[in-house]
Structure formats: structure tokens, C-alpha cells
């Protein structure tokens, strides 16, 4: 069992769904997702991703994470799909990976 400090809304396709986290560190070990949606989250600054399903790339739906300044990737996967929406101009974000 996944010890969670959030509540994850899953579909049966392998996608997912995380809205309202209140803290300001997400760290993602979800082993049977490969699509995740963050949204609503204002307080939020680091997505750390250590493990997604593999196979693909992560796919990631970032929603309203206006104090959002880092998005750290999981070294198996060779990339990612990453949508940001957000009602105001984005502050810089950092978004990383293994180094090649």
C-alpha cells in the first residue's frame, strides 16, 4: 500500500487526478499512472515524479500551480508531455531530469 500525503483520483485507462494539495512539496510514486492531472494547488512549488508507469512518457496536466518553481522527472522515463494552464503569467519554472 502507498503511503500518500494526497488524495489521487485514478481511472481505470492509467490516468489520474490530484486537486486542492495543500502542502508545498508533491512527491509522485504512483507506479500504475502514466498520465496525471495537478490542479488547484496554490501553495505548491516542487512536483518531484519517482515513479509513473512505464513504458511511455509521463504525461502531466499542470492546472493553477501559480506558485509552481520546479518539476523534477524520474530517471526511467526519456522525457515528458507537460501541459501548464494558469490564470496568470507564469513565474519561472524548472523542470529536470536525470543527467544523460
Known sequence: MTNRNYNLTADSAG???????TGVELVI???????LDILEAPRLETITIKNLASGKPPHLVLGNLT???????PGSHPGAVIHLHSHSAPAPLEISGPAP
Open 15 to 21: 490516468g489520474g487526478c490530484i486537486q486542492g494539495f
Open 67 to 73: 506558485a509552481l518553481r520546479q518539476v523534477k522527472l
Open 29 to 35: 510514486d504512483e507506479p500504475s499512472l502514466y498520465a
